[in-house]
């Protein structure tokens, strides 16, 4: 006789298969709700989008309506995932994490389209008659009284439902979740961060501009004009110095002269930290003002540089602003063509007259060396001239402020923008803002940069492109603190060098030997690079071994100085060759605790040139752990400068491919490029954290 009846087994499997549809059903309905959620997010996300392209257009009932149409959007997202369906999924063991992931990015979006709703009706108090931002006019006057509205705007805008739905979300686990759940986590995290270092740095800028502009009392700086055709590492050999000066809002400039004029080839050294007096004494940087910039750090490099402008004039400056040509092109989009005198000019066919905003780089960094020949007095007369019409029309101020306020950040973010202030409180400021020239991962993590300085006075670093590869390995030596962690790197830069070795004024294609400190002329291996590279790294960074492109050992010097590692090589590259030479480097690292997973976040800093470089990066977890998340932000910013490999079209960013173990990104910069990997422990690792509970070890 059957232990169960036929009738009891029927039941059985009646009540089985209903619970199976009852769960099918539920679990239907859930992704129904799930996909009409994530179709309101990213309409809500372009919806936000708008709206902040209209504020920079200083378009406020555009803004409005868009800011609108986010808040509904958000409106329908949270409807979708209310009810009893979704109490229960984010009380059910099986899927409460996909549940409260989801959740919590629809909190995000909501947040983000409340403080929208804040924002865009403040927006009218800082526009002028016109409608647009009232912060400069055809009076050479910024309207300091419209920063400080605008202070107060930024001050009073609530930001901690965004605050607090941001670390809701970022405090659930990135595993086990379905791959568009993960992209939607990725994204509503993202479009908070953006949005809270956006508003933070609004109010650091609008607190401190005021006195950056002579509210108070005057102010002057050192504005220091350098040359990405031969590069140092602050961006470029100072060619032109000159002073902007502030009262009141008002700019006036006054030079530029040539900065041979202001010194002898050496002069008597400057008060330095020892640190910089130790490592570059070998190019007299305390006293050689055209060598004075070979540290990348704009910080400790600035002090250095106004006081040898101080020992040469006796005035005594309130901060330094370095620009390049490439900032001088991306600023003069939004003021126009440049003039030059026409008798500067004369019997001259291949400069253009005037000077189109989009061939200013390429004229001032290559064509004039062409047409006028090295050292001569013509072409020094006619950079001068064209760097004099670039900033009249800037300090006149008959441009859109919104239009200038985009290229300014553009040049910000690539470093060919850099502002040091004499003052801490706004020197802080300015390192908050990324714009000091500081070598620092932002706001944290680790950090890994190459410099170069050109070792030959050449003008050839905007033809020769530089590359960089990474293999990068986390290592956590001990299981049970896995924040204690290693990462151990193999470090390979690589130089293509496609001059000829004849055709070209001397000036561009020439190699001295003597390296920089030397005030000869270039002579002789016509074509060849030579380069004064520097791998820097966290100060606690050892230096396993160096080998050049064939595997045989180079001579490296390592020193440190500002709380990094720094490793040298010389290298040259002939004509037309490519050349390479790698370093392995091993050191501690951060990881952060997030919840039961850890986060590495690796900075790669970007020294200030004229054309990007070419990045090739591979990191790998620590064995036991996986990565579940990784996001790649920087890279790209601005467009072509027309000069050499420089084809950037757009704020394309590099790419990013996330695996199991390992990830890899590739591409071409022009700015420093962060990686954040989210870790999570392995499968067999996270089985033995469960026995080891059950067990009671």
């Known amino acids: 006789m059957p232990l169960i009846s036929r009738s009891r087994r029927r039941a059985f499997v009646v009540v089985a298969v209903s619970v199976g549809l009852a769960i099918a059903v539920w679990l239907a ?53 209310d009810g009893p369906v979704w109490w229960l999924a984010r009380r059910s063991p099986v899927i ?83 791959a568009s759940v993960l992209d939607g986590r990725r994204d509503a995290l993202e479009l908070a961060g953006q949005t809270l270092e956006t508003i933070d740095d609004a109010r650091t800028l609008t607190r401190v501009l005021p006195d950056v502009l002579g509210d108070g009392e005057e102010r002057r700086y050192l504005l220091a004009i350098q040359n990405s055709a031969e590069l140092r590492g602050t961006g470029g050999l100072i060619g032109f110095l000159g002073e902007l000066v ?35 004494a070998h190019v007299e940087a305390t006293s050689f003002l055209k060598n004075v910039n070979v540290d990348p750090h704009l910080p400790m490099t600035a002090p250095v540089l106004l006081a040898l402008y101080a020992n040469a004039t006796g005035d005594v400056l309130d901060g330094v602003i370095m620009v390049d040509p490439v900032a001088l092109q991306i600023i003069a ?25 989009d061939e200013l780089a390429r004229v001032v960094m290559f064509d004039a060396y062409q047409e006028f020949g090295g050292s001569s007095e013509e072409r020094d007369r006619y950079l001068a001239a064209v760097l004099t019409s670039a900033f009249e029309r800037l300090i006149v101020m008959d441009w859109d402020p919104t239009v200038m306020t985009r290229r300014i950040g553009i040049a910000g973010a690539r470093r060919h923008l850099q502002i040091y202030s004499a003052r801490e409180d706004e020197q802080r400021a ?7 020239g500081a070598m620092q991962p932002r706001p944290w993590g680790d950090l890994l940069a190459m410099s170069a300085n050109n070792a030959a006075a050449n003008k050839q670093d905007v033809h020769v492109g530089h590359g960089a590869r990474l293999d990068l390995t986390l290592r956590i030596p001990v299981p049970d603190r896995p924040t204690d962690a290693e990462r151990h790197a193999r470090f390979e830069v690589i130089v293509d060098n496609p001059l000829p070795s004849s055709g070209l004024d001397p000036y561009i294609i020439g190699s001295r030997p003597g390296g920089a400190g030397s005030d000869s002329g270039p002579t ?61 480097l091993s050191g501690p690292i951060e990881l952060r605790r997030d919840g039961p997973d850890l986060r590495y976040r690796l900075t790669l800093w970007r020294q200030a040139k004229g ?87």
């Open 29 to 81: 309905f859930m992704v129904l709700d799930a996909l009409a959620a994530r179709d309101a997010l990213v309409e809500a996300r372009a919806a936000l989008g708008d709206v902040r392209e209209s504020l920079g257009n200083a378009e406020v009932e555009e803004a409005e309506a868009s800011a609108s149409h986010a808040f509904d959007a958000t409106v329908r997202a949270g409807a979708r995932i």
């Open 96 to 178: 409460r994490r996909t549940a409260l992931t989801i959740t919590h990015a629809v909190g995000i979006a909501t947040a983000a389209a409340d403080l929208s709703g804040d924002v865009v009706p403040r927006a009218n108090e800082l526009l002028g008659p016109d409608g647009e931002l009232a912060v400069a006019g055809g009076d050479g006057r910024i309207d300091l009284e419209s920063i400080r509205r605008a202070e107060g705007v930024l001050q009073e805008l609530g930001t901690g439902a965004l605050e607090s739905s941001y670390e809701a979300l970022a405090d659930t686990p990135a595993t086990l979740l379905p």
């Open 246 to 280: 502030a009262t009141q809002g008002r700019v006036e400039f006054r030079g530029p002269i040539d900065a041979s004029e202001l010194e002898p080839a050496t002069g008597p050294p400057v008060q330095a930290p020892d640190e910089f007096e130790e490592r570059y």
């Open 333 to 357: 989009r939004a003021t126009g063509v440049v003039d030059v005198p026409d008798e500067l000019l004369e019997g001259v066919e291949d400069l253009p007259d005037p000077l189109p905003p």
């Open 430 to 436: 300015l390192e908050s803002l990324g714009v000091a």
């Open 524 to 584: 002789g291996a016509p074509g060849l690079n030579r380069t004064w590279f520097t791998v820097w790294s966290p100060s606690e960074t050892r230096v396993l071994a160096g080998r050049d492109g064939q595997d045989q050992p180079i001579s490296v010097t390592t020193g440190g100085i500002h709380d990094q590692t720094a490793v040298d090589h010389y290298l040259e590259t002939p004509s037309r060759e490519r050349r390479s030479f790698e370093l392995d």
């Open 611 to 697: 054309i990007p470089d070419d990045i090739e990066v591979l990191i790998r977890a620590p064995r036991g752990w996986e990565v579940a998340d990784a996001s790649l932000s920087g890279g790209r910013q601005g467009g072509d400068t027309g000069l050499g490999t420089d084809v950037l079209d757009g704020p394309e960013e590099p790419t990013l491919e996330r695996h199991r173990g390992h990830v890899t990104v590739r591409g071409e910069v022009n700015t420093d490029v962060v990686i954040e990997l989210r870790l999570a422990r392995g499968p067999m690792q996270r089985l033995g954290d469960r026995l080891t509970s059950w067990l009671g070890w």
